[in-house]
Structure formats: C-alpha cells, structure tokens
C-alpha cells in the first residue's frame, strides 16, 4: 500500500470500515498485497476479525503471523514493543506490514486514554523505518470522538475506498490531551518509602491485595511491579515515593506517585539496546499489567497499573 505519505518510510494509515464485508474488502488485499511484494506480514486483530481474515487469505493465512489482539494487546502499551517491534525488530531484511486494531467497540473508557495514546506514538516509535501499519476503526460500533481521534493520530485515513491525507493530523498534540490527572479514591491505602522501606513497601502492596482478592498467582506479579516502579522513584523519581492500592471493579489498582517528570513519551514502550543498562523497569510492568495508565507534571509523575483479580 502506496498512500498519500508515501513519500515517507514509515507508513500509518486508519482504515474506517462499516460492517464484514468493507472490513474484509479494505485488510485482505492489504496482506495480499504485502505477501505479493515479498514483505514479513503480520495480523493483530480481536478475535472475530481475525476469523474474517483468516476466511478470506484461505491457505495464505499460513504466511501471515496472526494474533488475536484482545490478548496480545489487552494492555495497550505492550502492544508497541510486544506486538509491533517484535514482529519488525524480527524482519529487518525489508519492508514490514502489520495489521493493528487496538482500539474496538469492547474497550472500556478506563483503557481508553491508554489506547489512543498507543496510536499516537506509534508515529515516534516506528519514524525512519520501512514499516506499514494499517488500523482499522468500526465506524458504525465507534463514538465519534473516537474517530476523531484516529484522524488525528493517523497522517492518512481511508474511507470508503477513499484515501486522504488527514488535515487534523497532531500526535504530539493527542499525548498531551490524553496525560490526564489520575483520582485516587479517599479510602485507598497508602504508603510513603523511600530506598529504606523499599521492601517494606512489597510487603505492604502484597497483604493489601491479598486482602482485596487478588489471586494467588498473580500476588508474584503485582510484587515485581511494585518493586521496579518503587525503585526507579527512588533512583530517578526525587528518592522517595507515596504508594497507594486498591479495589476497582473487578481489578486492583495500584500506583506509585513521586516528585519525577518523566520527559520521554516512549518510556516504558520503546525495547532496550541489548547493550543498555536499565531502562527496562517500566517495559516490565507493561508485560506484566493488565493496563497502566500515566501522568506526567512538574511537580511529579503517578503510574498506575490495573491486575485483574
């Protein structure tokens, strides 16, 4: 797919589709058209989609790396350096051609800011690289808002068959709007450590939500977590943090807040040189969460991450 920016190497087009057929009719030749060239193709789609494209590559889907997004992606800022660069990172020798739809009618407003930001910093994160990503969008199971947003975080949008350039294209301008304050609820309990307390503070994430039903197997999880992001607030964050932990719906909650600014939209998302000392604590607590959600001022950053109970 040659598109309005082709001019550029890394390639981002939204597709907007309205039912199976248009979405059949806009991915399948995408992947056709990829295999043709001789490109490493990839599919991340939720499930029932992925069973459309399956159906309509027939014996061509055994070429395709295919993934059921609701679970390789269930955390949006794992799907960058999970999904998208390992796949690329993987297939060097040319162009790469992925299909992504990290945004569907079944996500909640809580992932929401967490997906659109994903969207968003694909631009950065795959920029100078000969790379397609394709993202298809429900226009008819989508809010408005949200395909407002695609246009904005996509250079080129197809509709229709259609394909123009967007003129609200601004993905710096979508992180910013989406780095949104982070309530916490009055009763949550709450620690303040810094490096002396930092076992202390394991401790204290782990009874808690072992009170608040969190499973067995997942009390290890929530542990590491807890330990890097505690850590690097009290190496990179102002050497001290507040700890804080919780029950939400059907999720525990925990977030660390400290004095830090994290500058860096990427962090946490971009893979680590495999020479490079540290940096991959908040890559980390993507793999591991659920969901994490991000806020980032002046006077401080909370990331929060989310554990199905």
Same mark, same amino acid.
């Given at each position: 797919m040659?598109?309005?920016?082709?001019?550029?190497?890394?390639?981002?087009?939204?597709?907007?589709?309205?039912?199976?057929?248009?979405y $059949?009719?806009? #991915? %399948?030749?995408?992947?056709?058209?990829? =295999? !043709?060239?001789g490109?490493?193709?990839?599919?991340a +789609?939720?499930?029932p989609?992925?069973?459309?494209?399956?159906?309509?590559?027939?014996?061509?889907a055994?070429?395709v790396?295919?993934?059921d997004?609701?679970?390789a992606?269930?955390n949006?800022?794992?799907?960058?350096?999970?999904?998208?660069?390992?796949?690329?990172?993987?297939h060097?020798?040319?162009?790469v051609?992925?299909v992504?739809?990290?945004?569907?009618a079944?996500r909640?407003?809580?992932?929401?800011?967490?997906?659109?930001?994903?969207e968003?910093l694909?631009?950065?994160?795959?920029?100078?690289?000969?790379?397609t990503i394709?993202?298809?969008?429900?226009?008819d199971?989508?809010?408005?808002?949200?395909l407002?947003?695609?246009?904005? $975080?996509?250079p #080129? %949008?197809?509709?229709?068959?259609?394909? =123009? !350039?967007?003129?609200?294209?601004?993905?710096?301008? +979508?992180?910013?709007?989406?780095?949104?304050?982070?309530?916490h609820?009055?009763?949550?309990a709450s620690l303040?450590?810094?490096?002396?307390?930092?076992p202390?503070?394991r401790s204290?994430a782990?009874?808690?939500?072992?009170?608040?039903?969190?499973?067995?197997?997942?009390?290890?999880?929530?542990?590491?977590?807890?330990?890097?992001?505690?850590?690097?607030?009290?190496?990179?964050?102002g050497?001290?943090?507040?700890?804080?932990?919780?029950?939400e719906?059907?999720?525990?909650a925990?977030?660390?807040?400290?004095?830090?600014?994290l500058?860096?939209?990427?962090?946490?998302?971009r893979?680590?040189?495999?020479?490079?000392?540290?940096?991959?604590?908040?890559?980390? #607590?993507?793999?591991?969460?659920?969901l994490?959600?991000?806020?980032t001022?002046?006077?401080?950053t909370?990331?929060?991450?989310y554990?199905?109970?």
């Amino acid at each position: 797919m040659r598109t309005a920016t082709s001019d550029e190497p890394f390639v981002h087009p939204a597709l907007f589709y309205r039912g199976a057929e248009q979405y $059949t009719a806009g #991915v %399948v030749p995408f992947v056709v058209e990829g =295999l !043709a060239a001789g490109e490493a193709v990839a599919v991340a +789609v939720p499930g029932p989609n992925l069973e459309l494209i399956k159906a309509g590559l027939g014996a061509s889907a055994a070429k395709v790396e295919l993934l059921d997004m609701t679970e390789a992606g269930r955390n949006p800022g794992r799907i960058i350096p999970g999904v998208l660069r390992a796949f690329a990172d993987a297939h060097t020798a040319g162009r790469v051609r992925i299909v992504g739809e990290p945004i569907w009618a079944g996500r909640s407003a809580m992932e929401y800011p967490a997906c659109v930001q994903h969207e968003a910093l694909i631009n950065a994160a795959f920029q100078g690289r000969e790379v397609t990503i394709l993202c298809p969008y429900d226009a008819d199971g989508l809010e408005p808002g949200v395909l407002a947003d695609a246009r904005a $975080t996509h250079p #080129v %949008v197809i509709d229709t068959g259609i394909e =123009l !350039a967007s003129d609200v294209y601004a993905p710096e301008e +979508v992180v910013a709007r989406y780095n949104q304050p982070l309530a916490h609820p009055p009763g949550a309990a709450s620690l303040t450590f810094d490096a002396e307390a930092l076992p202390l503070a394991r401790s204290f994430a782990v009874q808690a939500a072992q009170q608040l039903g969190l499973a067995r197997d997942r009390l290890q999880d929530l542990a590491l977590a807890v330990a890097e992001l505690t850590t690097n607030s009290v190496v990179h964050g102002g050497g001290s943090g507040i700890l804080r932990i919780w029950a939400e719906g059907e999720r525990i909650a925990c977030e660390v807040h400290d004095r830090g600014r994290l500058t860096d939209p990427l962090a946490g998302r971009r893979p680590p040189a495999r020479d490079q000392l540290g940096g991959r604590g908040l890559m980390l #607590v993507h793999y591991i969460a659920d969901l994490v959600r991000l806020h980032t001022a002046q006077d401080g950053t909370t990331i929060r991450f989310y554990l199905d109970r």
